[in-house]
């Protein structure tokens, strides 16, 4: 009963994220943030990044879900979900910033969510240890990867910027715990083979 229940609440949780339903326990970052004016060239290239980052958001649901699921300890299946709790945080607060942009977020969230989430059991299967040095390094490079965006963001996109800011710095916070629950180095060809599909949606996700 308890492994049907748990399925059930997966897929319901599952179709809430890719259909873009969030709940955020945090105010926005942007909400006493004062909205400037930007042409349209500035607002769907903001928006195009916001994309991106929400679709981060997404796959990280599925990351999170999936690998706190199949974790052998209970104080890392008590972690994965407290992190996924917070980048849930990070899902509504961009899908409000598209919506505020006048944009859309990914067509392909079903596609991405997929992917993560079977990325996700494959790295839980393979042990604790292995799986917390997926998170470390995933982590390295969203940080990265939002301190990229913070350099692109048109200037007077403040609001945007913000949450990028706090999401960068929840970011940070997970990679660290997983770090201190006793990560393992990832082999350099793993670590290059998750840029590269980085890359691949990252591209895909500001357009579509």
């Known amino acids: 009963m308890r492994s049907v229940d748990e399925l059930i609440f997966g897929i319901d949780k599952a179709l809430r994220v890719v259909a873009g339903v969030a709940s955020a326990s945090r105010q926005t970052p942007a ?22 980052n929400h679709v981060g958001e997404v796959c990280a649901q599925a990351l999170y879900d999936s ?12 972690q994965f979900d407290q992190a996924g709790r917070e980048e849930e945080d990070h899902l509504a607060w961009t899908a409000q910033r598209l919506q505020e942009l ?14 993560a989430y079977a990325i996700g059991t494959v790295v839980a299967r393979m042990g604790d240890a292995r799986s917390l040095g997926f998170v470390v390094e995933t982590e390295r490079q969203v940080e990265a990867h939002l301190v990229s965006h913070l350099d692109r963001l048109p200037g007077r996109d403040e609001k945007s910027r913000a949450i990028v800011e706090q999401m960068r710095v929840d970011e940070v916070a997970h990679g660290a715990k ?4 006793g990560a393992a180095e990832l082999p350099a060809p793993i670590r290059q083979m998750m840029r590269a599909m ?11």
Do not use: C
């Open 198 to 208: 980085a890359k691949v949606m990252t591209t895909a996700a500001y357009y579509i």
């Open 67 to 78: 690998q706190g699921r199949f974790a052998k300890e209970l104080v890392l299946r008590q």
């Open 31 to 52: 909400a006493k943030v004062a909205e400037l004016s930007m042409d349209d060239k500035e607002r769907r290239h903001s928006a195009g990044l916001m994309r991106v």
């Open 178 to 181: 997983a770090q201190e629950l």
């Open 102 to 115: 006048g944009s859309h977020t990914s067509l392909l969230n079903p596609l991405w969510y997929a992917g």
